[in-house]
C-alpha cells in the first residue's frame, strides 16, 4: 500500500482556517445558520471548525450530526448492512442556512442521503455544502461543494485516508492511498 500525504498537520489547520473564514464572510455572526457534520466522519471536522468559529465571531453556533444510512440508495444492495450512527440534532433547521460538514466529497450519494435525512427536521432556507477534500472527477450525481479544503485528482484505484486527532490519531494528516 503506498501512501501520498495531502496535507500535513500544519497545512491543515491553515486550511481549516481559511474554510472558517470563508463561513465567516458569508454568514456573519451566524445567527439564522447551524451546521451539521456527517456521520461518520464528518462529525470530527464539524466539530474542529464549530470550535474555531466560535472563538472568531465570540457567539454559540448550533450544531448537529446526521446520519443518512437509511436514506442511501445502496443501503439494501450490501451484503452487510452498514451501521447507522447516532443522529443528535437538537434545534428545528426550518428556514434555517444548514451547513453540511463532510471529510470527503466522492461520489455524492452521501450527500443525496442527506438531504433527504435532513428534512425530517424542517425545511432550510439554504444548503450548504463543506467539504475537507473533494475528489474530482469521481461524482455519480451532480452535487458540488460551496466550500473546498483541497481538490485532488483521484483514480478509482485510490482512497483518501483522513487522520484526525479528534479520532485518536497521533496527527492531523491527510492521505492518498493506492489500494493496490
Same mark, same amino acid.
Given at each position: 500500500?503506498?501512501? =501520498?500525504?495531502?496535507?500535513?498537520?500544519? !497545512? !491543515?489547520? %491553515?486550511? %481549516?482556517?481559511?474554510?472558517?473564514?470563508?463561513?465567516?464572510?458569508?454568514?456573519?455572526?451566524?445567527? @439564522?445558520?447551524?451546521?451539521?457534520?456527517?456521520? #461518520?466522519?464528518?462529525?470530527?471536522?464539524?466539530? $474542529? $471548525?464549530?470550535?474555531?468559529?466560535?472563538?472568531?465571531? =465570540?457567539? &454559540? /453556533?448550533? $450544531?448537529?450530526?446526521?446520519?443518512?444510512?437509511?436514506?442511501?440508495?445502496?443501503?439494501?444492495?450490501?451484503? *452487510? #448492512?452498514?451501521?447507522?450512527?447516532?443522529?443528535?440534532? +437538537?434545534?428545528? $433547521?426550518?428556514?434555517?442556512?444548514?451547513?453540511?460538514?463532510?471529510? *470527503?466529497?466522492?461520489?455524492?450519494?452521501?450527500?443525496?442521503?442527506? !438531504?433527504?435525512?435532513? %428534512?425530517?427536521?424542517?425545511? +432550510?432556507?439554504?444548503?450548504?455544502?463543506?467539504?475537507?477534500?473533494?475528489?474530482?472527477? &469521481?461524482?455519480?450525481? #451532480?452535487?458540488?461543494?460551496?466550500?473546498?479544503?483541497?481538490?485532488? @485528482?483521484?483514480?478509482?484505484?485510490?482512497? *483518501?485516508? *483522513?487522520?484526525?486527532?479528534?479520532?485518536?490519531?497521533?496527527?492531523?494528516? /491527510?492521505?492518498?492511498?493506492?489500494?493496490?
Amino acid at each position: 500500500m503506498q501512501k =501520498k500525504l495531502i496535507l500535513d498537520s500544519d !497545512l !491543515l489547520d %491553515i486550511t %481549516i482556517s481559511r474554510l472558517c473564514q470563508q463561513l465567516i464572510e458569508n454568514h456573519q455572526d451566524f445567527s @439564522n445558520s447551524v451546521i451539521l457534520g456527517l456521520q #461518520p466522519r464528518g462529525i470530527y471536522l464539524a466539530q $474542529i $471548525i464549530h470550535s474555531k468559529l466560535e472563538k472568531l465571531v =465570540k457567539k &454559540t /453556533i448550533s $450544531i448537529g450530526f446526521l446520519d443518512a444510512t437509511f436514506h442511501r440508495d445502496d443501503f439494501r444492495r450490501r451484503e *452487510v #448492512p452498514i451501521k447507522a450512527s447516532e443522529v443528535r440534532i +437538537p434545534f428545528i $433547521i426550518e428556514g434555517k442556512k444548514v451547513i453540511l460538514v463532510d471529510d *470527503v466529497l466522492f461520489t455524492g450519494r452521501t450527500v443525496r442521503a442527506a !438531504l433527504d435525512a435532513m %428534512i425530517a427536521f424542517g425545511r +432550510p432556507a439554504k444548503v450548504e455544502l463543506l467539504v475537507l477534500i473533494d475528489r474530482k472527477y &469521481t461524482r455519480d450525481l #451532480p452535487i458540488a461543494a460551496d466550500y473546498v479544503g483541497k481538490a485532488v @485528482n483521484t483514480m478509482a484505484t485510490q482512497r *483518501v485516508l *483522513v487522520e484526525l486527532e479528534a479520532q485518536g490519531n497521533a496527527h492531523n494528516k /491527510i492521505w492518498l492511498v493506492n489500494k493496490d
